[in-house]
């Protein structure tokens, strides 16, 4: 196992390697420092103060190690990434390593809760679903299942500020707080449109895993024995659809820290969704490289832990 | 049968935990997005888009900045709040500051500080070595930021208007040459550096209260620049400790001033909070009736119909805290406002409608106790022509003039505004919007108005009958550069464009960044564009210097776009900066004005009208069209607030227990039939 696991981290090495190399490309060399800097000071400055910002930034390097080996901005690139040494925002100048730690609390209070909630509902609405299949309780939850699929979330997110928000008033529209009494107020909605925008792919995938699993041979022999179809739901067909389901689950925890984009930008959530969110919008890309390494990152490594994840569940898997 | 009552049961408890957990939160549910004020507490609410890059006010050039650093830190001189057009009156100095001519064209400014003026409590103080979390204000703090601006580290974008100081320009050269020159002396506590060269020759402070400017050349404008927080005292301590360094806040995000609120919170992500400032001279000494510490007295009608006098000689501030939320989106922000969150609000262009009607607020927005503020804002919006080009520009004299003539003809402005802007703007006769001296509300520009006839001729008089340039037989071409490459930039651009067509002239569109852009302007390279400007200052200076040949773009990179240079108007120009509002001055600018109308290097569009709305519960509010703070003359009613809020926001909870009704209705019948075939 640890030969596989050395083999798998070295692959993901490679992986960030290539990614790390791909930003710097597009960072650097499609965007010119002047246009970062322009965004971040506004129009009127002088180009006395942009060419300052550049050298405060280190904007002002040589691209390319051929154009100076000891001083460039590839090599000060990948040093920075690979020590997790961020440096500053381009938009304004704070440290991004106060910014992630500042985010991953709002992030995960929105994520982590979409998660659990997302399979504590999922599964057992799959399993409703496969438990009638081929009535009309199945047919209808397919149905409603495509339908909350095909919907943008965009849609979800205003549909849900105007009509959950505005018109009935349950929640605020938009918003967070910290505190422990106003933050359930504030993550109601952004958790309930997750859920909605979720739960239709979800419930189809888990309904397909069950399904298949409850014609197994086994299921038959179970059912022969005279075990009720709850039980054998419960029992034998979710425990062996675990891998599909975990492999679902363990993928998406990496990206737990990473935020949700869009939920928390449209909500207000100052989580790392938000922050890549802003990034965007202020061209501020020492922020944006930053991100999309820690996404990176986290790919890799979800990909590593859930082929580890099986071994766990499934005594037939060997790593080798 | 035995594992029939077991599927049963758990079915239930399935069904009655589903139930709690999809109506758990209704159970508590509220949209309020505040936790509750304390009692009689004057809170304030508001939102902001964007936190500000930077608070240090060397730097921060920002309205969204401004909102805070306005009120954090007090300026030596400020705006009378009611007054138009706008009036300095003294802010932390006893009096307007008295002018010396010194010959040769010098100038002196002398400001004297109030006594007893302290900075908010901070920490920096004590860090710093005092024995105390504050300390008294000084000239010397001003003399300090002064010297700041003129740091080249620092990066202050308002360096330009300063070097008219005496020494202003030197100061910075030599403090590069010591940093250079001495890698040590970057070390040095950056008041320690300022000292070491030697300060700026035209700043000088005789005493703890006095701080004299000396001018190398007439610049009365500078007055307005101690109005704005660049120049506000800034205590070297705060700048010292706040370095960013071992868990330090930075300076840029940690502001220490002498103003009337203090910043007790700041999450550039999420929200800040200011709260009233014990150590404010107006709260510490209200028996001085400060000019900038009462409300004023003098005003005009509509202040006295809107009961903003009933406040006259009332102590500031009234709010005691002003509790700001990030709201990047503009309908929740707005639909917040609708449910009494925020105080005041602009008004979103999707929802422009529905709250204006014929002009004017909307029965449903009058009902709810709404009221509507218009301001036009000291701003321009025009296209300007490339005075260097071959085509548009002076080279070809009398052609080219009568050309710019006729494409100032073919543009609706009143058009182009009600397409885009909801009608939320004034036409423009001239740079000087209304506000400003030396605006006439009875000039009308002859050019500003649409008359295609009289353009086609000009056409012909410019020698292109019908549009046709006859060198090619074709129709004229001209490029518009544009630095908006969105859709809703490019579809504004089209609008002239369409407009030139008319007259047949085929303007194509060259859009790029605001780089690019701005590269094509250093170069000369570009026939037609559109730009803004949003004053600094309300004087007329700060508009016709953007046509000044001293400004021009190409020869100077200043912000004269157009390359404008026409040696009577520079002429006057220079007479009317350097002189007080008068009729000498007014006379100028009349003239000044009859030249663009006749040259045309500019085709004049608009002034921007701001539409605010604020909720019954609030007062005193009073658009100043500048970036200006004025959170301390705003008051609130409390109760009325609460008691609309709770009318408002009462949830409706029925469709939850409808949904969950269908939802168990959809699936019941199915686990009785599986009920019954398992029996």
Known sequence: ?320 | MRGLPSANASLHVGIIAGLAFLLSPLLGCSNDPYPPAKEGEKVLYSSFIDAPRTLDPATAYTTRAHAITGAVYDTLLKYHFLKRPLELMPGLVVALPERTELGDGRVRYRFELREDLLYADDECFRLAGLDRTTREVVSQDVAFQLSRIADPEVGSPVIEPFSNILGFAEFGQRLTARREADPKFILRPVHEQYAAVGGIAGVVTPSIQVLEITLHRAYPQIKYWFAMEFTTPVPWEAVLVYDGKEGRPRFDDHPVGTGPYVLVEYDKQARYVLERSPNWYGVRHPEWKAPSAVFPSEGDEEDRRAGRLEYAGRSLPFIDRVEVRREKESIPRFNKFLQGYYDASGIIKESFDKVIQEDALSPEMVARGISLGKSVALDVFYIGFNLDDGVVGRGRGERSRKLRQAMSLAIDVEEYLRIFMNGRGVLAQSPIPPGIYGYRPEYKNPYTRVDLDRARTLMVEAGYPGGIDPTTGEALRLTFDSYDTSTAGMTQVRFYTSAWKQIGIDVRIEATNYNQFQEKLRNGAYQVFQFGWVADYPDPENFFFLLWSEMGKSKFGGPNGANFSNAAFDQLFESMKSRENGPRRMEEIREMTAILEHERPWIELFHREDYSLYHGWVRNVKPMGISAPTYQYRDIDPARRKADRLDWNKPIVWPAYALFAAGVLIVLPGIRTYLKERQ
């Open chain 1, 1 to 320: 196992m640890g030969a596989y696991v050395i083999r798998r981290l070295a692959y993901g090495v490679g992986v960030i390697v290539g990614v790390l190399f791909l930003l710097f490309l597009l960072f650097f060399t499609v965007t010119q420092p002047d246009d970062i800097a322009r965004r971040a000071l506004g129009e009127k400055v002088s180009v006395e103060v942009i060419e300052q910002w550049k050298v405060n930034h280190g904007y002002d390097r040589p691209l390319w190690p051929w154009q100076d080996w000891d001083d460039n901005l590839l090599f000060e690139h990948y040093r920075r990434m690979l020590t997790f040494d961020f440096g500053v925002s381009d938009a304004d100048d704070s440290p991004i390593i106060d910014r992630i730690r500042a985010g991953v609390g709002p992030s995960l209070s929105l994520t982590v809760p979409l998660l659990v909630l997302g399979i504590l509902g999922g599964i057992p609405l799959s399993l409703l679903v496969a438990f009638f299949r081929e009535t009309y309780i199945d047919r209808t939850g397919v149905f409603l299942c495509v339908l909350a699929m095909s919907v943008s979330i965009i849609l979800y997110i205003v549909g849900a500020q105007y009509l959950i928000g505005k018109v009935l008033r349950w929640y605020p529209i938009s918003g967070f707080d910290a505190d422990l009494l106003m933050l359930p107020r504030f993550l109601a909605l952004p958790i309930i449109v997750g859920l909605l925008s979720g739960i239709g792919g979800d419930v189809r995938f888990y309904r397909t895993v069950f399904l298949e699993e409850s014609t197994r041979d086994f299921i038959r022999t179970a059912r022969a024995k005279g075990a009720s179809e709850p039980r054998i739901m419960t029992h034998h067909v979710l425990r062996n659809a675990l891998i599909p389901i975990l492999t679902r689950v363990v993928l998406a925890i990496p990206f737990l820290f990473t935020g949700a984009l869009l939920l928390e930008a449209f909500f207000g959530i100052p989580g790392l969704g938000s922050m890549t969110f802003d990034a965007i919008q202020a061209n501020d890309f020492s922020t944006l490289r930053t991100m999309v390494f820690i996404g990176s990152l986290a790919f890799v490594l979800g990909q590593i832990a859930t082929d580890l994840s099986y071994g766990l569940v499934d005594p037939r898997v060997r790593f080798e």
